[in-house]
């Protein structure tokens, strides 16, 4: 079994940046990839960003590639997303989730976390 919360979402104006969290707990955390997805309002829950295990390798959506940095602190069993230049099309309920492979395929994800809301105004 896997837990996750995420933190860090809030209201930010366009151009600014946001520290995204996710603690994790249950099993051995640096053993799984984790993943970074969203969803809009309305919109289907798309991929964001995914890292390795070990944090070696990263992936990045087109969407937010150059903007957003994906990282880990395995001793913390903790990952994170990093998000600057944030424009109000990134407004979006973001997700983590433990990861089966490596993969920006939302069906080799088992655990997600609850989920927390970023707000970019214009």
Known sequence: QVQLVESGGGLVQAGGSL???????GRTFNSD????FRQALGKEREFVAAITHSGSFSYYASSVKGRFTISRDNAKNTMYLQMNSLEPEDTAVYYCARGKKFSDFEGEYDYWGQGTQVTVSS
């Open 19 to 25: 520290r995204l969290s996710c603690a994790a707990s």
């Open 33 to 36: 990839p984790m993943g970074w």
